[in-house]
């Protein structure tokens, strides 16, 4: 049974930071893409960053958050920086085939419940 709980999110001033996690269970990921995806009231589900052995970032967020993962532990991290009020939405864990997968088509193959960040002006 495959399980991906995520955790970090929160309420933060814009500016601020926050740490987002994921741990994956029930298999092992090392050759995965795991990646964030974002959704907030009114939009679509957008990608957010993504890694696999590179690693790739929506434009928005080039810059200020970066995404690693231990494959030791199952998990894959977002660290985001400098955040800013549109950045307020409910963040999802994924794992799947590819990157592209992700960026292309927003295709993953298990998805997390999502974990809110709500950034204040």
């Known amino acids: 049974q495959v399980q991906l709980v995520e955790s970090g999110g929160g309420l933060v001033q814009a500016g601020g930071s926050l740490r987002l996690s994921c741990a994956a269970s029930?298999?092992?990921?090392?050759?995965?893409?795991m990646g964030w995806f974002r959704q907030a009231p009114g939009k679509e589900r957008e990608v957010v960053a993504a890694?696999?052995?590179?690693?790739y970032y929506a434009d928005s967020v080039k810059g200020r958050f970066t995404i690693s993962r231990d494959n030791a532990k199952n998990t894959v991290y977002l660290q985001m920086n400098s955040l800013k009020p549109e950045d307020t939405a409910v963040y999802y864990c994924?794992?799947?085939?590819?990157?592209?997968?992700?960026?292309?088509?927003?295709?993953?193959?298990?998805w997390g419940k999502g974990t809110l960040v709500t950034v204040s002006s």
């Open positions: 994924a794992v799947g085939p590819s990157i592209q997968a992700m960026t292309n088509t927003a295709r993953a193959d298990y």
């Open positions: 029930g298999r092992t990921f090392s050759s995965y893409a």
């Open positions: 890694i696999r052995w590179g690693a």
